[in-house]
């Protein structure tokens, strides 16, 4: 038997969520997750360029987990999503950033760079304004509908994750100075 993908249930511009509810392709929620899954994709090129185990592994669990910031946003009836974004998945995140400040050297991290010294700080860089887009649809989500705090929390968290991950990968940085 043949697989089929395609279901042509989303053919008038209808999709259907986790719970079963059917919205509008272009709906907030949609916007939202659909956001999460192309930071997760950004995220998987990123990770094909690491030969550092440490960071590979911290970006693979991240993309994990936001499969689960997916799931949740795909279903109106957030309670019942079993695998729910949780406060020790941002204190996972904040592990990370001091992790990689530390490394990085506490008076680096402040400073305005020209992103892209190498492929895995252009990608990490891309992913992270993927991801502070990601939080503006769920933030403009969270106007209409009930959206975990927790949630947004992590999404903000992990945009300063994936920072603290590309200014460590850098190669060499190129500092931005503003004139005044």
Do not use: W
């Amino acid at each position: 038997m043949k697989i089929k993908i395609y279901t042509k249930t989303g053919d008038k511009g209808k999709t259907s969520l986790y719970d079963g509810t059917r919205v509008d392709k272009n709906s907030n929620r949609v916007e939202a997750y659909g956001t999460v899954d192309e930071l997760n994709a950004a995220l998987g090129i990123a990770k094909n360029y690491m030969e550092d185990r440490d960071m590979f592994e911290i970006v693979e669990t991240i993309q994990h987990k936001l499969f689960n910031v997916g799931g949740e946003l795909a279903t109106t009836k957030g309670e019942n999503f079993p695998d729910r974004i949780v406060e020790a998945d941002i204190e996972y995140l904040e592990s990370v950033i001091d992790a990689y400040i530390l490394k990085m050297g506490a008076n680096q991290e402040f400073q305005f760079i020209l992103p892209g010294s190498n492929h895995i700080s252009a990608h990490l860089h891309l992913a992270r304004t993927i991801c502070r887009r990601a939080e503006r649809r769920i933030v403009t989500l969270s106007e209409h509908d009930e959206i975990a705090e927790t949630l947004v929390k992590y999404i903000n968290r992990l945009s300063d994750a994936i920072y603290a991950l590309a200014r460590y990968s850098e190669t060499h940085q190129e500092l931005i100075h503003f004139k005044k």
